[in-house]
T-cell receptor, first 113, second 112 residues
Framework: GNSVTQMEGPVTLSEEAFLTINCTYT??????LFWYVQYPGEGLQLLLK?????DKGSNKGFEATYRKETTSFHLEKGSVQVSDSAVYFC????????????FGEGTQLTVNP | DAGVIQSPRHEVTEMGQEVTLRCKPI?????LFWYRQTMMRGLELLIY????????DSGMPEDRFSAKMPNASFSTLKIQPSEPRDSAVYFC??????????FGSGTRLTVV
């Protein structure tokens, strides 16, 4: 079946540090890949997505590239801010699963000033 | 669009009572999902609907949980009777094929 594995948290960084959150996946077909972000007390929000191999999703300074050869979709940001503190979820959607997403466990990020 | 609307935002109830959580999806979305989030178990898919029809309820923990979607603009998740281990944040999300989910703000349920 489908699965998503994220690097374990929590991750603690200082402001302006470089961020990488690893995400790898297992899928039988050609999934679309997503990153969602959850700020404290809120629901998950779509951060970025990529629908085919070598696509790069980007938003708010975050980027992730769909790497089919390594089945990965790592999230990166060059310079994090305190306001980026949140939980980040990697997810995939198989072509055959309609709209259903498979989520990773989530990675808690804390950015200190 | 107001997004996915959930009510209530917070619910505190006594063990054994019936609890009903409500969700209004985004107009035009044909998928609706109910999730439960806890520190111990993370984000769990409970059930999802397509065009108001339940497609997969394998995540519903036990018979005390039930969900309905009587029309395209409303869904409920009911717990009867409630137990302290049901305490969690319950999220509703809606989607259209090819588009990512839009989540509601959640209902924080506390069963004492």
């Amino acid at each position: 079946g489908n699965s998503v594995t994220q690097m374990e948290g929590p991750v603690t960084l200082s402001e302006e540090a470089f961020l990488t959150i690893n995400c790898t996946y297992t899928a039988t077909g050609y999934p679309s890949l997503f990153w969602y972000v959850q700020y404290p007390g809120e629901g998950l929000q779509l951060l970025l997505k990529a629908t085919k191999a070598d696509d790069k999703g980007s938003n708010k300074g975050f980027e992730a590239t769909y790497r089919k050869e390594t089945t990965s979709f790592h999230l990166e940001k060059g310079s994090v801010q305190v306001s980026d503190s949140a939980v980040y979820f990697c997810a995939l959607r198989e072509e055959t699963s309609g709209s259903r997403l498979t989520f990773g466990e989530g990675t808690q990020l804390t950015v200190n000033p | 669009d107001a997004g996915v609307i959930q009510s209530p935002r917070h619910e505190v109830t006594e063990m054994g009572q019936e609890v009903t959580l409500r969700c209004k999806p985004i107009s035009g979305h044909d998928y609706l999902f109910w999730y439960r989030q806890t520190m111990m178990r993370g984000l769990e898919l409970l059930i999802y609907f397509n065009n108001n029809v339940p497609i997969d309820d394998s995540g519903m923990p036990e018979d005390r949980f039930s969900a309905k979607m009587p029309n395209a603009s409303f869904s409920t998740l009911k717990i009867q009777p409630s137990e302290p281990r049901d305490s969690a944040v319950y999220f509703c999300a809606s989607s259209f094929v090819g588009v990512g989910y839009t989540f509601g703000s959640g209902t924080r349920l506390t069963v004492v």
